[in-house]
């Protein structure tokens, strides 16, 4: 018999290891899956993760692309791992995310045609409010009525994309669409679009707050006070409370600033690479970005390599749809599965597995 | 009259049954002290499999046969990481969800738009052609009835029997049931596995009976709302009935109205069923000592036995 023993503290070598291991493990059992589906499999898992780098017709589109899509879910993922470390689970990310993008857009385009510097920069803070605000719904409720915001937070992604639905095809449409759904071009305007800072890279105005996102959440867990007290309400939640932490405010900030930053993460890529709102202008970074918490080990430097590593997915996902007829949805399940292997292997940071000794009762 | 009472009553009991059939089994994994927040994903691989059992052998007995062993192998992963690999339980259900709605669309790829077997009703026409009550009552196939049975049955087994108390007794503290001798890890992984069953028949009741078609991500929050039911019933399975009608009455009436177009706006009618759950949660949630008193005591803690 396999007993399992539990470490004073979880192993670091594991912690380090655990991800790089549960991503060897999803390639073999995506070789696997990619075999059913009658793929070649060294040939699928090369497509998925090396062509989107190396290969020598598409790696100069898809290059960019990597800093593109691993943008906003990086962004996502350290508000939601702030939130996670609290033990305060904000699930409804996309739905703040399509919030943000909406006020946002709509601010935008309320201005529309000045092209005044400006607006940009207002529509970012606009974006920020938008899913501030809607992030607040379930931190309300928590603080108020004790309501799961588990719940509360996923279920407030349908009603956004209810609203985004309205808007797309009622009051944000493009007059000049031909009835056509969709919003005008704010990638295409001048003064609402978020251009490539640094030209063929991929590295747009969402790319930068991302990288400052995690150096901030890097001070705010290991020099603010605010970060130990994330840490110790996670870890000791009595503890915390005897130690002056107020749980209730905690739930605010941490729900606060995951809206936040989501809301400026649909912001970004509305008036970047989605280019205006559509009605399924979010492709589903809010979910992702929960695997991609996870797959940092809920760390900013982390959350920094996976969400390098999940972009590489999707770019070798749509690669794969492209050259092996792959369907889309198979590298959905490819992040699945990505995120069960490390759960499983995190047994390996906290417990020690001890070969049992048969013990007479 | 813009919407007929007796076509809404019906409607409401179809809509709601999916909802029923997954908030019960996640009732029982509840009460045995484990949060599965898979549901959604159990859900669709019952839709996925159910519908592709439908096609292929054309028996609506067998779609949901396969659709309960869809979501009892998909809940099957969960037990196992959960409960043998101890890891976080909100975290894996995550992850359930995430990998359900992928390899449900994976699954289901060529699939969709074949015309599904009728469901047969099972009363004769003369009891169905009763005014009113006639259809409400008698006009459904045999797992609409089945759903309530299986309501009754939870109940009696929860607080009739011994394996109910046994299950509750786990859920309620497990380091007393494994004090006392009960093998803590082995009934809740039962509890798990009944829980996917019930999702997986859920699923495939929409997609074979209800929907009749399979559409990727058809389950549309469902699964979630199934949750929230758990909880609005305070852990009792017998105001589960009651939850799930109000829902399937709210989810078939905002349908009738965008039919009849009464000028309220679609996103406000079709945002409804997820903003009235919410609401009703905060109604319930606000009473602390209701909820303290039923919810199971060990709800969500990893269990491990230190000897």
């Given amino acids: 018999m396999i007993r399992l023993e539990k470490r004073p503290t979880p192993s670091r070598a594991w912690n380090i290891g655990a991800p790089i291991l549960a991503v060897v493990l999803t390639m073999i059992a995506g070789g696997v899956m990619f075999a059913l589906l009658g793929q070649d499999p060294v040939e699928a898992i090369r497509v998925i993760f090396w062509d989107p780098l190396f290969h020598e017709r598409f790696a100069a589109f898809s290059r960019p692309q990597l800093l593109v899509k691993a943008g906003p879910l990086i962004l996502i993922a350290i508000g939601l791992a702030l939130g996670f470390r609290a033990g305060i689970w904000n699930i409804g990310a996309e739905g703040q995310y399509i919030m943000g993008a909406l006020f946002g857009a709509a601010f935008g385009l309320a201005l529309y045609p000045s092209e005044s510097p400006l607006i940009f920069p207002a529509m970012v803070i606009a974006g920020a409010l938008g899913g501030w605000a809607w992030a607040m719904i379930p931190a309300i409720l928590k603080t108020r009525f004790r309501t799961n915001e588990i719940l509360v937070s996923l279920l407030l992604v349908y009603v956004a994309e209810a609203i985004l639905a309205s808007a797309a095809t009622g009051w944000l449409r493009n007059p000049e669409g031909m009835g056509f759904p969709g919003s005008r071009d704010l990638a295409r305007h001048p003064g609402t679009d978020n251009p490539e800072v640094i030209a063929g890279t991929g590295m747009h105005w969402g790319v930068i707050t991302a990288f400052i996102a995690v150096i901030a959440a890097y001070v705010l867990l290991n020099r603010h006070v605010l970060g130990y007290q994330i840490k110790l309400a996670g870890q000791a939640p009595r503890a915390a409370r005897f130690a002056g932490v107020n749980p209730g405010r905690l739930v605010i900030l941490c729900l606060g600033i995951s809206g936040v930053l989501a809301g400026m993460a649909g912001l970004f890529e509305v008036s970047g690479p989605a280019g205006q709102i559509t009605i399924d202008f979010n492709v589903g970074y809010g979910f992702t970005a929960i695997i991609v918490a996870f797959l940092g080990r809920l760390h900013p430097i982390g959350i920094l390599l996976a969400g390098l590593l999940m972009a590489l997915t999707y770019i070798g996902g749509e690669l794969a749809q492209l050259m092996l007829g792959v369907p889309a949805s198979a590298i959905q399940a490819f992040q699945g599965m990505l995120l069960f292997f490390l759960l499983a292997l995190d047994v390996l940071a906290n417990y020690r597995i001890k070969r049992a000794r048969e013990v007479v009762a | ?307």
């Fill in chain 2, 1 to 307: 009259m813009i919407v007929d009472p007796i076509s809404l009553m019906v409607a409401l009991i179809v809509v709601s049954t999916p909802l029923l059939l997954a908030a019960i089994g996640e009732l029982v994994v509840e009460k045995s002290g484990v949060l599965n927040l898979g549901v959604e994903g159990m859900m669709i691989i019952g839709a996925v499999t159910g519908y592709i059992a439908a096609v292929e052998t054309g028996s609506v007995t067998l779609a949901f046969v396969a659709g309960m062993i869809g979501g009892l192998l998909l809940s099957s992963i969960f037990a196992v990481l959960t409960q043998l690999l101890l890891s976080n339980q909100v975290a894996t259900g995550l992850a359930l969800t995430l990998f359900g709605l992928g390899l449900s669309a994976l699954l289901g790829v060529g699939y969709g738009g074949t015309p599904m077997p009728p469901v047969r009703d099972i009363f004769p026409q003369v009891m169905q052609d009763i005014p009113v009550i006639g259809p409400i009552l008698f006009g459904h196939s045999a797992m609409i009835y089945l759903a309530v049975l299986l309501v009754a049955a939870v109940w009696y087994v929860l607080t009739h029997t011994r394996a109910g108390l046994v299950l509750r007794a786990v859920g309620e503290s497990h380091e007393a049931a494994h004090a006392l001798g009960y093998k803590v890890i082995r009934i809740r992984m039962l509890a798990i596995l009944f829980g996917g069953a019930c999702a997986g028949l859920s699923g495939a009741f929409l997609s074979v009976a209800r929907v009749q078609n399979w559409i990727d991500g058809m389950t549309a929050g469902a699964g979630w709302i199934a949750l929230a039911l758990v909880v609005f019933a305070s852990w009792k399975p017998w105001r589960l009935l009651i939850g799930a009608y109000l829902f399937g009455g709210i989810a078939a009436l905002q349908l009738r109205l965008q039919a009849a177009e009464i000028g309220v706006p679609v996103a406000l009618l079709d945002a409804s069923p997820y903003l009235i759950t919410i609401l009703v949660l905060a109604v319930i949630s606000s009473d602390k000592s209701r909820l303290a008193m039923n919810a199971p005591a060990a709800l969500g803690k990893v269990f491990h036995a230190s000897s």
